[in-house]
């Protein structure tokens, strides 16, 4: 009951939706509707009722009426079906043509929506399972399921349609043998019935399918991606990663063998209802015929109107049928499109100038975890400060860094910047204020141009300025198309593969054509040589000037060239200080890191 009235809320919503969608994006696909339904009347004039004159004249002639005088009247009737039919051909081919091409364009529009949509989601989603199941669901729904705003309101026409012919058809049958209809309508009950049991156990197992979709293409992606080429081969990754997709498709497998078991019982029950419902029409019609009640014209529009009158109801319940099946599909996607927000959204503006920060008591756990990840930090960071922020893997300083850039919302306390709460501030403002290079950043295989400055006009001496800072500049001009090169293979043959280093020059130089004013580098020379990071550190100053910025690394000589070092341990900053003041903490965890890593590469050199 209660999954019966979601699903015609869904139906409700979704149809509204595309009704609307298609009136607003390409409301010629109306027109296209209205041509399809011509050629429909005309070709069920055409096979209902013109054989019947026609048949009729025949049997005339058969039984020894003048052929002259009936032979212009044959002729007139075979040209007339004849004509009629290749009109409404005609008609219905242009009509599925140009169907084509709508779907085509509303399927690109959907997957440009869909696309839009899941980059502007809040961050915390794109690491939540459900919701990563439900984008699957949505790419799925919109598309192969539901068949789009074409495939919906197709349906929609079918059934608009059917509901037209079975008016036209009954009056023919009342008419002319009355009992049929209650054969028809007993027999189109039965056939509903075991229609929508299947219908149902499709929706259940596409709702099964839709993990082990998201795993398999994940496997699937991975195994054909190259630039997982290195790893899949030096680590032997490739049968494992073969022996999940085997696993996926067994698992697949078995729902659809299960599915297929269930839906057999219902398919037959319509085979047996079809046989019984056509032997009684054809029985009560014969019956008339021999009885001669009608003629033998009469019978032959008997016949296909009772096949009309069949089909058509069954247009209509299995057009609903299908039509509530689609916007079920169809409604993840909008389900999608209305995915909640995750984080507040404040409307203040931030203000230009110098900013600081300051985190009051913030302790953090991750959405769905029961653990805190940061427990009551608080630090304040002037606008210009440097700050180091050290500690060991897992310390939570990635995560500090995320709040920071309201990724995630704390959970307790407060991050101010300026003296105010930072969920006060518009989102796109705030994001304004920072240029951050993540641990796990990702380059796309766009121009380098397009990787540093999102845009393709922006001068050669602007690129030039970032890249002498990040120190890829040598590097840049050397490549084939210079700035135009594109990275990796996937669109161009003459693509650049850089080295890790180079890859991350070029994260650290968006980060610098962005031109923040708080800079944020998670460890940003985890792949460069030692050279290029002593340039890194050599140059620090230059490369963030007086701006606010904060740096994480493991190196830890690199924390002389900061203001201010924060050392987190055990959720919290254990130690805070100057170079000079955390290194005297007898047993102090910084001196103690400070000393390990100085004694290896002593021991190094
Ligand atoms: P660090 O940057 O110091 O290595 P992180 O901030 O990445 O540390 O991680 C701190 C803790 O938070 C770790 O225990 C890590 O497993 C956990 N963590 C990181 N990201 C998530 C996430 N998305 N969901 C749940 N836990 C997470």
Redesign the pocket.
Known sequence: MEQNKKQERYTKETLKFMIKTAWQKRPSLFGIYLIMFVAQLMQKVQIVILPKFLMDEIVLIVTGAPVKEHLGTVLFYVGLICGINLVANLLNNVASQAQSVMQEWFDEYFQELLAEHAMKLDF?YT?DPEALNQLNLAKEGIAWYSGGVVGILTSLYNMVSSITVILGVSVVILLTCPLLLPIQIAGLFLIAFFNAKNNAIEIESYNGLAKLNRVFSYVMFQLVDFSYGKDTRLYDSAEMMCEKADRGTEDMGKIWLTTSRRQCKCVWGMDVTNALRDGLSYFYIGYLAVKRVISVGDFTMCVTAASELYQGMGGIVTGWQEIVKRCNYAHQFLKFLEYPVALCKGDKAVKEGEHVIEFEHVSF?????E?F??KDINLKIASGEHLSVV????????????LLCRLYDVTEGRILIDGVDIREYTEEEYRKLFSVVF?DFKLFAFSLKENIAFSDEISDEEIDKVLKLSGLYEDAKKLPKGYDTMLYKSFDEQGTELSGGQQQKTAISRALYKDAPIVIL?EPTAALDPVAEYDIYRHFDTLVGNKTAIY?SHRLSSCKFCHRIAV?ADKTIKEYGTHDELIKIPEGIYAGMFEAQAQYFVSAV
């Open positions: 915390e690491e756990r991750y959405p769905r975890s653990e990840v940061l500690g060991l893997n897992g310390a939570g300083k990635t995560t500090f860094i995320k641990q998670d994480i987190f």
